[in-house]
């Protein structure tokens, strides 16, 4: 591969590193063609970016962006794809897929979710833990609406009483 291609590539990984806030690098070894197709149709649906990399490559995309993800560099070992998402917690329940699992799909190197790093294939149920922030605002209105709600049903409940009573009072003698 000429210098201008590797620059080239180099630079578009850049892109992406700042363009997705949350990516997982894993470990394709041993995958097939056949595999890795099924995979990609797979995180296509889940609207996720599969870029299979050279490590060194990957490694100089990293020395050149904002971040420091010099943690992530003892990763950088085999053969290596990148999964990168908007949702920090869509690529690993994809990875914890029964099928994904059951076709021996790739196993987690590292990730960075949330401004986090996660380094090992331990790491996969705390990945799949986290919760998008569609997640955690519909919490936020549940909890929110809960009150809300209990408030409406006393008042209702007591406006049937409460008019109970005052019928009442209205119908006795004076």
């Known amino acids: 591969m000429k210098k201008e291609q590797k620059d080239t590539i180099i630079v578009e990984l850049g892109k992406k590193l700042t363009e997705y806030p949350h990516f997982y690098l894993i470990d394709v070894t041993g995958m097939d063609a056949e595999a890795t197709s099924d995979f990609r149709r797979k995180c296509f649906k889940n609207e996720i970016k599969m870029v299979v990399v050279k490590n060194k490559l990957l490694h100089k995309a990293f020395e050149s962006a904002d971040i420091d993800y010099s943690e992530l560099y003892g990763t950088l070992k085999g053969s290596t794809a990148v999964l990168f998402a908007n949702t920090a917690n869509v690529p690993a329940k ?74 009442t009072l209205g119908e006795r003698p004076e």
């Open 94 to 167: 994809l990875l914890k897929d029964k099928e994904v699992k059951a076709a021996g799909v790739p196993s987690l190197k590292a990730a960075y979710a949330e401004e986090g790093f996660y380094v090992g294939a331990d790491k996969l149920d705390e990945l799949a833990a986290i919760k998008s922030k569609s997640e955690v605002i519909a919490e936020i209105v549940a909890l929110l609406q809960s009150p809300a709600k209990n408030v409406v049903s006393a008042l209702q409940s007591g406006a049937n009483t409460i008019h109970g009573v005052l019928k």
